[in-house]
């Protein structure tokens, strides 16, 4: 069909089977996306078997992007820190869980979730891809001095380090927009697989859990790892922390951070028993304290580069409009 959809008809032209039915990485326009529908990752650059990312309706009728990697899970899209899913835009309570794009670059979905191609209006091709980095992306194909190229017009996450999995366990994910996005491991860790960070790095030491008297910690600012909290405790102090954490075999680090409440203001500790999804920024007000051997450990950074993808000069604002209901014929 000239809409992109395969279609195989019996002999009484009745549809036993549509391409539309069986997305892979990518929806394509007046392709809907259900909850028997969902688009899986490649697995790299030009690898075409399946990948550790999916975009997906949740029981909870909202559509997340999710990593699922050898070992780990986790949803990272929309943001899990949002203390209520409402704070992104989204709605819980509709149930038929159903998505589209159309031809001229608007998607909307049953949860609200409403975004435009910044080239919305404009005939051309599109397609709704999500990346082998776990980014979800419009693309539009445009014309470049006689040259055809898809062209991102639209992303879901435009910090790349907030994508789940990226680094692996023990890895920092750093970025910015001369270099791209990289990935090394911490101090006293080296990668895994030399081949894919999503296996991340390995220490290269250990522990005693017999004697807190032989770890440390090595602060590093500005450094956040989400989830794998042990616990949460609020207004402790640097030494509480640290003691806390010495007193429990599985504590590799913890998070301290600075929070501004609306009567107090204090500091938070969050031990963690996994150094997962891991990162470094500026913009994030916090440090982690990594439990290292007293004794010392070598520097073993190994910073990689990941491929990087064309984008637009322009990123449009995600919008919300009561077309949502009414497109999908659920009003």
Request: charge should be negative.
């Amino acid at each position: 069909m000239n809409i992109g959809n395969l279609v195989l008809h019996n002999s009484t032209s009745d549809v036993i089977w549509q391409s539309f039915d069986s997305p892979t990485d990518t929806l394509l326009p007046q392709q809907t996306l259900t909850i028997v529908s969902n688009l899986i990752s490649n697995r790299g650059q030009g690898v075409h078997s399946s990948g550790y990312y999916k975009l997906f309706f949740d029981e909870d009728n909202v559509l997340h992007l999710l990593f699922q990697g050898p070992k780990i899970s986790s949803l990272y899209w929309p943001d899990p820190s949002l203390e209520d899913i409402s704070d992104a835009g989204r709605f819980i309570y509709n149930t038929s869980r159903a998505a589209l794009l159309d031809n001229s670059g608007y998607f909307w979905s049953s949860d609200f979730l409403v975004f435009k191609a910044t080239d919305y209006g404009a005939i051309t091709q599109r397609r709704l891809t999500l990346d082998h980095d776990g980014n979800l992306r419009l693309y539009s194909l445009k014309e470049t001095n006689g040259s055809w190229d898809w062209v991102v017009t639209w992303q879901a996450i435009s910090e790349p380090c907030r994508i789940h999995g990226i680094c692996g366990p023990n890895g920092v994910c750093t970025y910015d927009h001369v270099s791209g996005r990289r990935c090394s491991c911490l101090q006293g860790f080296r990668m895994k697989d030399h081949t894919d960070w999503t296996y991340g790095c390995e220490p290269e030491f250990s522990i005693s859990c017999k004697n807190t008297d032989e770890s440390s910690f090595v602060q590093l600012a500005h450094v956040e790892y989400y989830g794998s909290d042990i616990d949460f405790l609020v207004n402790f102090t640097l030494q509480l922390c640290q003691d806390y954490c010495l007193n429990m075999c599985n504590c590799k680090g913890f998070q301290y951070k600075f929070s501004l409440g609306t009567h107090d203001s204090v500091y938070n500790c969050y031990p963690k028993s996994q150094l997962i999804n891991g990162r470094h920024s500026q913009n994030f007000d916090g440090d982690l304290y990594l439990r290292v051997p007293r004794a010392g450990l070598s520097n073993s950074k190994t910073p990689d580069d990941e491929s990087r993808l064309k984008c637009s000069d322009k990123v449009s604002k995600q919008q919300r409009s009561d077309r949502v209901m009414n497109s999908l014929g659920l009003a």
